[in-house]
């Protein structure tokens, strides 16, 4: 395609934008009590997921987006650890809380977050509460990675972002008929598939976890 711009120009601008503004979030989120770190790229994220991880090291995974677009789930059972999962088919509904309680109590929950505020705030709306949960107790470290289009003003824009893109993408993808699936507008619904149940708002580091945020450079997840 002839373009009548320079898509260098265009990538440097992104990239430095991404970048500005994630170590604004980074900032907030250390003096929060999170570790936290950018990523310039998903390879390096990756590198920077792998470190963190302990030789021997259970990983349990929420149901994130991010974490399998980085390919972190094949990477790290590769690297010899065990990793716990309940995206796998046939699952029936015992087996899925089974998995969802192991990976919760893993030496490392990797995850994603549904926003990031400037402020330094984790902000997630989950439709069963496992990851809300896990994110707060259970494993010994948590490990969130998350693109920085997750990066919002404070933690209304968090809300609002999730209902109006994270949520209506989730329930495209599992084919729900939730409002925000058929129309992209979040109606306070009442739907039996609805999502948006548990609204958690991590401000400062949970005390017994060790907890670690990575922003990336690039748009991930939803
Ligand atoms: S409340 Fe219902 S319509 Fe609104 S974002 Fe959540 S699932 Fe979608």
């Not at 690297?79 to 192991?102: D, F, I, N, S």
Request: net charge positive; with cysteine.
């Amino acid at each position: 395609m002839n373009r009548d711009i320079d898509e260098a120009l265009l990538t440097r601008i992104r990239e430095t934008y991404a970048r500005v503004r994630s170590e604004q979030a980074i900032k907030a989120l250390q003096r929060n009590g999170f570790e936290a770190a950018y990523a310039a790229t998903p390879e390096e994220a990756a590198q920077k997921v792998f470190e963190l991880v302990p030789a021997g090291a259970s990983v349990g995974v929420g149901g994130s987006m991010t974490a399998r677009q980085l390919g972190l789930l094949r990477a790290l059972a590769e690297r010899g650890h065990k990793v716990v999962h309940h995206w796998l088919p046939g699952l029936t509904p015992a087996e899925a809380r089974r998995l969802r309680l192991e990976e919760s109590v893993c030496d490392v929950y990797l995850t994603s977050s549904n926003a990031i505020t400037l402020d330094g705030k984790l902000v997630n709306v989950d439709g069963t509460g496992n990851r809300a949960g896990a994110m707060m107790y259970g494993p010994g470290r948590v490990i969130v990675v998350a693109g920085y289009n997750k990066v919002v003003a404070d933690v209304d824009e968090a809300v609002a972002r999730i209902k109006a893109v994270a949520a209506p993408m989730n329930a495209i993808r599992y084919s729900y008929k939730t409002p925000c699936a058929l129309t992209g507008v979040c109606n306070d619904c009442s739907s039996p598939d609805r999502l948006c149940r548990v609204t958690a708002i991590i401000e400062r580091r949970p005390n017994s976890i060790r907890f670690n945020v990575l922003l990336v450079g690039a748009e991930l997840g939803f």
